[in-house]
T-cell receptor
Framework: NAGVTQTPKFQVLKTGQSMTLQCAQD?????MSWYRQDPGMGLRLIHY???????DQGEVPNGYNVSRSTTEDFPLRLLSAAPSQTSVYFC??????????????FGNGTRLTVT | TQLLEQSPQFLSIQEGENLTVYCNSS?????LQWYRQEPGEGPVLLVT?????EVKKLKRLTFQFGDARKDSSLHITAAQPGDTGLYLCAGAENNNDMRFGAGTRLTVKP
């Protein structure tokens, strides 16, 4: 099983450039989310989606856009990259929302550097 | 300040030693989850604790959920180098928002 697949694994951007981080899951999970992981700060939620066509903001949404046109895919867009967005980005999915204590399944991350 | 505070932040021990790491919050959670993350990979679920006072064992790992459902601990007996990694606790702020602690980075030396 592929699980949650993220691409690319590494990316270097210049300030002001745009890019899309891709995330796909093959488990038919309804819930998908994006986190960023920074040293000493743990994982912080950027955006999440509870199903196709539905997205909402998490703890740190500024500078990022998402869309969910299919159950499988949940891309994260950086419209104008800033050095503060240098981080490791993780996509995660869950069978349902957390009312049933569903665990999160994570991809292996995208390491982004903005110069 | 983080919703979930983990301690210690770093822990380096010799193979065979025992250790305990902690996850504390001022908020009450319906459940807490523990994840383990290795370099270059995403976190992987170890356990979910649901009932206050609950104790769950996973081989040499023992997880406890506080009676008030605000804190949890992870105890490892006779640590091995394969236990090296970042241990993260997580709790759902609401049905759609899973919050993570900053983690305890454990190194077990042979």
């Amino acid at each position: 099983n592929a699980g949650v697949t993220q691409t690319p694994k590494f990316q270097v951007l210049k300030t002001g450039q745009s890019m899309t981080l891709q995330c796909a899951q093959d488990m038919n999970h309804e819930y998908m989310s994006w986190y960023r992981q920074d040293p000493g700060m743990g994982l912080r939620l950027i955006h999440y989606s509870v199903g196709a066509g539905i997205t909402d903001q998490g703890e740190v949404p500024n500078g990022y856009n998402v869309s969910r046109s299919t159950t499988e895919d949940f891309p994260l867009r950086l419209l104008s990259a800033a050095p503060s967005q240098t981080s490791v980005y993780f996509c995660a999915s869950s069978q349902t929302d957390f009312s049933y204590n569903s665990p999160l399944h994570f991809g292996n991350g995208t390491r982004l550097t903005v110069t | 300040t983080q919703l979930l505070e983990q301690s210690p932040q770093f822990l380096s021990i010799q193979e065979g030693e025992n250790l305990t790491v902690y996850c504390n919050s001022s908020s009450v959670f319906s459940s807490l989850q523990w994840y383990r993350q290795e370099p270059g990979e995403g976190p992987v679920l170890l356990v979910t604790v649901v009932t206050g006072g609950e104790v769950k064992k996973l081989k040499r790992l023992t997880f406890q959920f506080g009676d008030a459902r605000k804190d949890s601990s992870l105890h490892i007996t006779a640590a091995q180098p394969g236990d090296t990694g970042l241990y993260l606790c997580a709790g759902a702020e609401n049905n759609n928002d899973m919050r993570f602690g900053a983690g305890t980075r454990l190194t077990v030396k042979p």
